[in-house]
C-alpha cells in the first residue's frame, strides 16, 4: 500500500524536491588564462620582459614609450638599452670605451645632422648618410683611387705620396665608430682659376664629436694636410678611407671589387660602399680636364687625435 502510494506522487513533485536540495546554479563566465587570474603573479611591469622588448625598437619608439609615465622613463633610458640599440642599428661593434651616455651618441647619429648642417650651412647643397663603420687602430689610409696600393712610401711626406701614389697613410686618429656621409658643398675660396661653385666631399667624423663642446664652439677646425691636382681626364671621382691595420680583410678588399657597387659609365649617380673598417665613394664623371682634390682633417686641439677627415675632389 506504502509504495502504491510513493509512486502515486506526481512526477512534478518529485522534481521540486531534488531540485530544492541541489546546489545553487552560479552564473558562469567566459573561462580566465590562470596568468589573469586575480591571484596571479604576473605583472604587466616586468623589467626584464620589457628590457628584452626594448631592444627590437626603434629609437622614435622608444623615446615613445619612455613618455607613457615615470616607470617606463627609468626603464628605458638605462644606458645598456640604448648601447644595444645604437650598436644595432649602425652594425659595427662596440668601443672599449665612451666618455658619453649612448643615448646621445645615438643623438647624433640618427638625429639627421652632419658636419656641413652643423656648422657650415651656407656651404651645403645636398648629402647622402652612408653608415658606420671602425676604425680600430690609430692609423687610416686616405686615397683617391679605389686599387689596393702595392706599397707605401712611409719616408714621404704626405704631399709626395699624394703625388706619387694617390694616397696618403694618416696617425693618430681616434679610434672607435665613425661616421661617413658623402657632402655636395658650395667651394669655399680657392686659388683655382676657374671653379663651378660645387665639391663633392667624402666626409667622415668620429661619433663623438658633435659631442665635444671644442667643436661646437669652433675651437676645433679643419686644416688642409694635403692637395694636389690630378691634371688629365678623369673617368670619375673617387675617395675611399681605410683602417690601415684592416686592409687586407675580406671585408675590406669588397671595396676594390668594382663591378659590385660602382655604377655602369653612363650612371651619373653618386655610389658608396661601406664595410666594417672602411668607407668608399665613386660618382662617374662626363668629360672634364682632371681634378683638384683636398685632404682635410680635424684634431682634438692641436696636439690631439684625428677626430674628422673629408677628401673633396673638384673639376678643374
Known sequence: MGKRLQSSVPQSDRLEKRLRRAKPICSCGSPRPAFLTAHSS??????????????????????????????FHRLIMQDSIWKFVCLRDLQVPAPEHVAFKWINLYTSAFDGSHSYMFRQ???????????AFFLKSSEALLTERLSSPEKIPK??????????????VLDNVKSGIWIADLQLVRCPVCDL???????????????????CDKYKDGSWEYELTGSHDVKKRASGASAAIFDLKHLKDPSSCAVFNLDSWIGKHSDWQPKAMI????VAVNTNL???????????TMRAGADG????????QQLL
Do not use: P
Not at 627590437?56 to 615613445?64: E, H, K, P
Not at 719616408?155 to 696618403?168: A, F, N, R, V
Not at 671653379?195 to 658633435?210: K, N, S, Y
Not at 664595410?275 to 672602411?278: D, F, V, W
Open 193 to 211: 682659376n676657374t671653379c663651378d661653385g660645387t665639391m663633392q666631399t667624402l666626409d667622415a667624423r668620429h661619433i663623438e664629436l658633435f659631442l
Open 121 to 131: 650651412q651656407e656651404k651645403h647643397i645636398d648629402w647622402m648618410r652612408i653608415g
Open 155 to 168: 719616408e714621404d711626406t704626405i704631399e709626395e705620396t699624394l703625388q706619387s701614389c694617390g694616397c696618403c
Open 275 to 278: 664595410t666594417l673598417h672602411a
Open 42 to 71: 604576473f605583472s604587466w611591469y616586468e623589467e626584464d620582459v620589457w628590457t628584452e622588448i626594448a631592444k627590437f625598437l626603434d629609437g622614435r619608439s622608444l623615446v615613445m614609450l619612455a613618455l607613457t609615465n615615470s616607470w
Open 286 to 296: 662626363q668629360e672634364n680636364e682632371g681634378l683638384h682634390l683636398k685632404y682635410q
Open 305 to 312: 687625435e684625428v677626430v674628422s677627415i673629408r677628401i673633396s
